[in-house]
């Protein structure tokens, strides 16, 4: 069985800073895509940030030049450096990863508040 490991959530102020990290353990045999995702009360889930083995970064709009997505491929973990942050960026947040070779498995981690308030 996979697991998804996420730390680094909590409450900051607007204008802070919070990493979040989140590390694959278990059974997958080679990391795919990672990404993480948010989804805020009475919002669906959406994609905020990925990137691909060969270091490929997308981010959605309302996070670019504020968020920046890395990754460690021998340690199998992704991280989410968020700066500059917003109201409105409070959500839970959640990793996700696919398999390398079977995109159809993937994994989603249990989740991590990011609250951002004064």
């Known amino acids: 069985q996979v697991q998804l490991v996420e730390s680094g959530g909590g409450l900051v102020q607007p204008g802070g800073s919070l990493r979040l990290s989140c590390a694959a353990s278990?059974?997958?045999?080679?990391?795919?895509?990672m990404a993480w995702y948010r989804q805020a009360p009475g919002k669906q889930r959406e994609l905020v940030a990925s990137i691909t083995r060969g270091g490929e970064r997308n981010y959605s709009d309302s996070v670019k030049g504020r968020f920046t997505i890395s990754r460690e491929n021998a340690k199998y973990t992704v991280y989410l450096q968020m700066n500059s942050l917003k109201p409105e960026d409070t959500a839970a947040y959640f990793c996700?990863?696919?398999?390398?070779?079977?995109?159809?498995?993937?994994?989603w981690g249990q989740g991590t508040q990011v609250t951002v308030s004064s």
């Open positions: 278990g059974s997958i045999l080679s990391v795919g895509t």
């Open positions: 996700h990863v696919s398999d390398r070779w079977v995109t159809s498995k993937d994994y």
